[in-house]
DNA sequence: AGTATAAGGGGAGAGCACTCCACTTGTCAA
DNA sequence: TTGACAAGTGGAGTGCTCTCCCCTTATACT
């Protein structure tokens, strides 16, 4: 067996190889190098190609890693959306007594600030590729556990209140409306702050209570 | 004088030619070949370059006068939007009785079968250009128009009933809802039917009076 | 140590959007 | 009719994303 892990998965086993030694460096160059042109030029100014020069990778190996700039932002801002989830979780847990919907603005209130601390990176991981549809946000993987909490969030609403939304189509417009496209366009070209933002967002979607 | 038109624009004279012979005999061909080659494949696989071969003219011509594949689109369904504003004009106008929500709940009814008759070439025309920045949807021409009518109607709810919320924010985000990204996401992952998202939106909106 | 094998590497190249600019041509006024 | 010139043309060129595929190399087992 070449394999030096291996997983359980059912009645099957997995081999999973750890990764190589070079191609770990690799990777560390690649993350050193975007960083550095992002910071210089900004996220959206710098292409793949600069990035493979720059970590002196060819471009075929800078693509077999992240499929496209997008996931290469979102392995830079990993760390970053952990801290996000841990925090909500924390939260969550800190203010269980508190009405489902305020709980669900203190989860916005979160995702704002990890949207303006890292706008530009984030960004990055929604606009991915251009030959696999760009599809909705929700299927962006942040985007998608954060849906997982609002629905729940919103099913808790309607078993408290009397009245019974349905709790993924609007978990949905929540994000849609969080997505860099909404938001960036509300921050930039409405000139709202992010607090406006929250306050728009909770008017709309009654969670004042 | 050059000009065939003119036109007397505040103190000043601006001479419009119209346009050459030659020129529109192209403009023809290109829609032509973008209709053909839509029809065949789809406008999302459909290349400028494929586009400019079939019409049989340089890519510079077809670049002249589309400065990207959403303008051409829009003058694809150029007729539709038309027709679609001027139904709304009459609908409102025959319907000025109904409450505002009502009316707005019309004009969403009457977009979305435009969405769905023209799927494709909306989505042509959302998603424009690389260069210029993916801003939002609300500038696009369409949108943009269908903006002021949700606005004013807004307002009007505002004034009828007792509470007040943002209408500029709130016609921002029906429209986002109703963006190709997030209307197709419900039709085809979500599996709605036109008519339920319809109603979805109307329960967010609180569109039921 | 030797070797098979899969993981990794790199670069040529396809295909794209879009620009630039030297050239051609239709149009109008004279 | 003719000439001036704006309008229009076309294609070479740039720089991009992303794929393909042949080659190299680290690794695990013998």
């Known amino acids: 067996m070449l394999g030096s892990d291996e997983i359980v998965n059912g009645s099957e086993t997995i081999q999973i190889r750890s990764e190589r030694r070079d191609a770990a460096e690799n990777r560390q160059r690649i993350l050193n190098a975007a960083l550095k042109l992002f910071e210089q030029y900004g996220v959206e100014q710098v292409s793949m190609n600069q990035i493979a020069n720059e970590a002196q990778v060819g471009s075929g190996t800078l693509y077999r890693r ?16 952990d801290l996000l989830f841990s925090d909500i979780e924390t939260y969550l847990v800190q203010n269980q007594s508190d009405s489902p919907s305020q709980r669900l603005k203190g989860i916005l209130s979160l995702f704002i600030r990890l949207r303006e601390k890292k706008a530009q990176l984030l960004t990055g991981v ?8 760009p599809r909705s946000i929700i299927e962006s993987p942040v985007f998608n556990e ?19 939304f349905n709790s ?9 409306a969080l997505s860099r496209a909404s938001y960036s ?25």
């Open 66 to 81: 992240y499929r496209n700039k997008g996931e290469l932002c979102l392995d830079l801002i990993k760390d970053n959306v």
């Open 126 to 133: 929604e606009g991915s590729s251009s030959t696999n549809p």
């Open 146 to 164: 954060l849906h997982q909490l609002l629905v729940k969030l919103f099913d808790e609403m309607n078993a408290t209140e009397q009245i019974h």
């Open 168 to 176: 993924v189509f609007r978990a949905d417009m929540l994000l849609t």
């Open 185 to 209: 366009f509300q921050r930039d070209e409405r000139g709202y702050s992010p607090e406006m933002i929250l306050e728009q967002l909770c008017a709309l979607f009654s969670l004042n209570k």
